[in-house]
């Protein structure tokens, strides 16, 4: 059974750091491609930041040059370090693993920026 737990959200000011981890368990993801995603209430869950299997990023044009994704497949861990954080970066932060159509998510994590 495949499980994603997140850790690292919490209260910080705004310009402020967070780090947010998740371990994946139940399978071996280096194959898969491995992402951070965000809902704010009311909205859509949205990519924030991908890491491919090659190691190729992907990040969405609000967190570029702020926030920087990793992975490592030896502990099956993804990572997301966020700086410069703003109060629209407050939001449910979502770990989810994937390869084709098979997906898995994370419980989510609380990230509030206050300004």
């Known amino acids: 059974q495949v499980q994603l737990v997140e850790s690292g959200g919490g209260l910080v000011q705004a310009g402020g750091s967070l780090s947010l981890s998740c371990a994946a368990s139940?399978?071996?993801?280096?194959?898969?491609?491995m992402g951070w995603y965000r809902q704010a209430p009311g909205k859509q869950r949205d990519l924030v930041a991908l890491?491919?299997?090659?190691?190729?990023?992907n990040y969405a044009d609000a967190v570029k040059g702020r926030f920087t994704i990793s992975r490592d497949n030896a502990q099956n861990t993804v990572n997301l370090q966020m700086n410069s954080l703003k109060p629209e970066d407050t939001a449910v932060y979502y770990c989810s693993v994937r390869r084709g159509f098979i997906a898995y998510w994370g419980q989510g994590t609380q990230v509030t920026v206050s300004s």
């Open positions: 139940g399978g071996s993801f280096a194959t898969y491609s």
């Open positions: 890491v491919y299997s090659s190691g190729d990023t």
